[in-house]
């Protein structure tokens, strides 16, 4: 059990003693939360249950938090627990219990930080899904590290985690690209043709006709052009894919599912989908077209599934999908990292999952916003390879993977964010990711020395462990559970950065304050003990990211 769960447990069990013992009158305790205060003067954590039943009472809430504090059983990890102006009750750490916490690290080693929060049921992330009709960008980036960063924090958290692309490789952006790439091989082989208006016009398709030619040379060309306009799709969409899967194995992203759209037609499942709408009325023909009667679950207005030509939207195919997510592959939950532009297809697909006879809260949607590309003051529009599209490839390229990832985990997914190359490329304390890796590679040059010089601290007394610096480090090592909890309930991995960087500043100043190897050998092993559990915090926390933990640097 988590600590502030702990803490939460005896607030609540007090306060209902103090009901039954006619202390405080209320018809039931209000919910209670307990937090860090943003002044650590006041202690640990901090609750605000006495100003919530001052409201139910009439009583002063510093009354309140009084009467709950002498309810109280005693706590081994809490030293004080005290009622503080306007009511909040407060506790203090016990700095016996916080030196404990480091061996608690050492034998929990690489599994420090995993919690029982999932209780091992299923969880589908499907991100990136990006259409195999060109590179990656900078956006995708964002969304492959948000969703990759989460499955990490997920299985800590006790889920069974299955990470999936979707493949779109069916509908009319396919036909429009399968044109295309016709349209540009007939050209690179001297034929006039015109590029489809809804083409893709990108440097790129060049590139990929281009290396086709060299592979198969003219004879796309006998053939019928719906044959080769077919055939060239299918081996421009290969190509598109091998890339985007290099690309993600550069920033550190794998899957394990990739799902082909076209399977939801081949193997039955765009069909029943469609049925289990009909038969639950909320289909309906008009303008000869097909709609889904999303108005009969609170949407504004009615969306089609399958256009007058009689061809599925978009929205059919993504139904099918959670229809296959949810009712064949029975995942619990499932978790849609969408991009921007993604933003008004949510409430639709919770109405289309409700429709399909399931708990629309059973799907979780995260849309993360779009990403401006700087170079300190500059806004970098187009690339400097193709003077087009900026890919992902590029910056990676720039800056690594390592880079990439933490600065894309440095906002929130629904914040906008500036991603500045520059700042990505310093090797200074102003650079974040550098500032981070650095304490972890000064812990493994402390630990390296102490090899070298034939120290052993396997018997360090931890205990020893007692001035302020020691236990501020201690403080924010043991929040790393609870940081996985908060990550894994709110699906806010961004919150693993700030933490990264809090933990790295805390141990560099304990590093500038505390001699580590010293002439005081008792002292000496104790500290190396806290300086090798917190490596294993801080390499724990890099590697939930993605980001590595170098050596040295």
Known sequence: ?????????????????????????????????????????????????PLKVARATGLVPLAVAERIIEL???????????????????????????????????DAGDSFGNIDLGGSKSVQIEFVSVNPTGPLHVGHGRGAVLGSTLANVLSAAGYAVEKEYYINDAGSQLDAFNRSLYARYQQCLGVDSAMPSEGYMGDYMVDLVSEIVGKEGGRFLTLPKDVATRELGQMGVGQVMRTIRQDLELLGVEFDVWFSEQGLYRNGQ??????????GAYMTERENATWFVSSALGEDKDNVLVRSDGSPTYFASDIAYHYNKFLE???????????????????????????????????KVIICQLVTLRRGREIVRVSKR?????????????????????????RSA???????????????????????????????????LAKERGVDYSQGDVSLLTTE????????????????????????????SYYAQDLAT??????????????NQALTSGRLKLVRAAQIVLARTLHLMGVTAPESM
């Open 1 to 49: 059990m988590l600590l502030r769960q702990k803490l939460t447990g005896a607030l609540e069990e007090a306060a209902t003693r103090a009901q039954q013992e006619g202390l405080l009158a209320f018809a039931a305790p209000p919910e209670i939360t307990v937090e860090h205060p943003q002044n650590p003067e006041h202690g640990d954590y901090a609750s605000s249950l």
């Open 72 to 106: 109280m059983s005693p706590l081994p990890e809490v030293d004080q627990i005290v009622a503080t102006p306007p009511g909040f009750i407060n506790f203090t750490l016990s700095p016996g219990w916080l030196t404990l916490q480091v061996e608690a690290i050492l």
């Open 270 to 279: 765009y069909e029943k989908a469609m049925k289990l709408l009909k038969d």
């Open 329 to 363: 592959r029975q995942f619990d939950s499932v978790i849609d990292v969408w991009g921007a532009d993604h933003q008004g297809h949510v409430s639709r697909m919770k109405a289309a999952v409700n429709a399909l006879g399931l708990d629309p809260e059973r799907l």
């Open 386 to 410: 193709s003077g087009d599209i900026i890919t992902l490839r590029e910056v990676i390229d720039e800056v690594g993977s390592d880079a990439c990832r933490f600065f894309f985990l440095s």
């Open 414 to 448: 629904d914040a906008q964010m500036d991603f500045d190359l520059e700042l990505a490329r310093k090797q200074s304390a102003d650079n974040p990711v550098y500032y981070v890796q650095y304490g972890h590679a000064r812990i493994a040059s402390i630990l390296g």
């Open 469 to 496: 610096p020691e236990l501020a480090l201690i403080r924010r090592m043991i929040l790393l559970p609870e940081m996985v909890e908060t990550v894994a309930s709110n699906l806010e991995p961004h919150h693993l």
């Open 506 to 519: 805390v141990f560099h100043s304990f590093y500038k304050q505390c001699r580590v190897i010293s002439k």
